[in-house]
């Protein structure tokens, strides 16, 4: 069965970080992009990044360079998001997507979505 499982969210305090981890079973690894997005309390969800793994190109949206980085194991299918310098409007449910064509295309329209991993972040 082809899906993607995010896992690596939890609590932090301010200023702390957090690894997330994106395991994709899709047969299309490597041949398809593979990005981070969010989803903060009562807001639209938003692209952080977005990676090409055979190539290892990443894109990332202005709001979060520098604090994040995007990067993947390719002998382990797996895409990784990690999260720095962390602040309370980072809370929220963090989703792993899926999709063809440009990577940097970080609108949350035509991808294959997981069940996210909830990050929460105090003060």
């Known amino acids: 069965q082809e899906h993607l499982a995010e896992s690596g969210g939890g609590s932090v305090q301010a200023g702390g970080s957090l690894r997330l981890s994106c395991v994709s079973s899709r047969s299309a690894y490597g041949r398809e992009c593979i990005g981070w997005f969010r989803q903060a309390p009562g807001k639209e969800r938003e692209g952080i990044a977005g990676i090409y793994p055979a190539g290892g190109s990443t894109f990332y949206a202005d709001s979060e360079k520098g604090r994040f980085t995007i990067s993947q194991d390719n002998v382990k299918n797996t895409v990784y998001l990690q999260m720095n310098s962390l602040k309370p409007e980072d809370t929220g449910m963090y989703y792993c997507?899926?999709?063809?064509?440009?990577?940097?295309?970080?609108?949350?329209?035509?991808?294959?979505w997981g069940q996210g991993t909830q990050v929460t972040v105090s003060s």
């Open positions: 997507a899926a999709w063809m064509g440009f990577c940097g295309d970080l609108r949350g329209r035509n991808k294959y």
